[in-house]
């Protein structure tokens, strides 16, 4: 073989590798995008999987991280912006869905911090009564944007202001990474352990 046979078959190796690794993963239908950018930061899938809720599918989760992170308080401690994304398996009353991840809120948040987080508890318990309800595949996002805080956004429609602080976000966090998570298998694959 040539050196420039040698360097052309290497160049298509190099592109198929690096177009395998920024493919999307695909859970139950739902394709989630690696990376992602969030306020001109490229996240990486840092791992994602099914909520079941006893042998329901409720949503698939992924978290994005600049870099990777295989505990939680290396994703909890992880510099720059990182996002929870979660897109509906099944239709679910949003006031069932609030309820649920202000019990997982308030069941993995520091009880030190708990009365501080309270009143950001109740703006996201608003901002889930105003959805009324999340259909099949449709999707939200809880961002984390250093000096902007916490941005939620459902269906690409930014809801309400910011959480200011990192607590807020990382209470959100908890719900899948915290001591009594929603869903310890669910914990493990976020984290980027296989299922």
Known sequence: MTLTARCIAGLAGLMLSLGTLAA???ISGIKLDDPVEVQGTKLQLNGAGIRYKVVFKVYVAGLYLAKKAATPEEAYAAPGPKRISLTMLREIDSNELGKAFTK??????PKGQMSKLIPGLIRMSQIFSDQKKLL???NFTIDWIPGTGTVITVQGKVQGEPFKEIEFFNAMLGIWLGPQPADWKLKGELLGKAP
């Not at 997982?104 to 948040?109: D, G, I, L, T």
């Open 104 to 109: 997982a809120f308030e069941q993995n948040a």
């Open 24 to 26: 999307p993963l695909e």
């Open 136 to 138: 099949t595949g449709e």
